[in-house]
């Protein structure tokens, strides 16, 4: 059993809350627009951190997150990218590696818009976890956490943040 952290466009910035919200994870996992190597740094002192680049993020997150990851957690088959749309909407490139990857697990950010959808066509579950940095167009910055055990994903909790008091 794994407890996974998720957020996605910090845009350099890291929510307080996120050091005890993330505590008792195992892993936090960032779905692009970092920010800058700083904001990684600051969540990968928290726990382990396993991310994508998105598209604000410049050379310097670009050489240490790759675009994608496809990768196994406990026996759940997870595939991470930016910008990936949701059910019904994906964008083609997320579409193109949905089909080839497989995954159980589909993440996404981008749209600073926090969904959990069930697609019951490619047989998996997509989180876009929203934005938890204080730029964007967002008035409440939202973080994830979730169980995964065994083949499960359950006890999803949602944290939510008004965007102001927000940094390091």
């Given at each position: 059993m794994k407890k996974i952290g998720l957020l996605s466009d910090t845009h350099g910035h890291v929510p307080k809350k996120a050091y005890e919200f993330?505590?008792?994870?195992?892993?936090?996992?960032?779905a692009g627009d970092i920010g800058n190597l700083e904001t990684a740094k600051a969540l990968a002192?928290?726990?382990?951190?396993k991310a994508v680049y998105g598209n604000i993020d410049g050379q310097e997150i670009r050489a240490f997150y790759p675009l994608y990851q496809e990768f196994m957690c406990e026996g759940v088959k997870v595939f991470m990218i930016h910008i990936g749309g949701y059910p019904g909407r994906y964008s083609p490139e997320a579409k193109l590696l949905i089909k080839e990857i497989k995954p159980r697990l589909f993440i996404s950010g981008h749209s600073h818009i926090l969904k959990v959808i069930n697609d019951k066509k490619n047989n998996l579950l997509h989180i876009n976890p929203g934005a938890a940095?204080?730029?964007?167009?967002?008035?409440?910055?939202?973080?994830?956490?979730?169980?995964i055990d065994g083949e499960d994903i359950r006890d999803l909790e949602i944290q939510e943040l008004p965007k102001t008091g927000m940094i390091i």
């Open positions: 993330f505590a008792g994870c195992d892993e936090i996992w960032h002192g928290i726990k382990p951190l940095g204080k730029y964007g167009m967002h008035t409440i910055a939202t973080m994830i956490r979730f169980v």
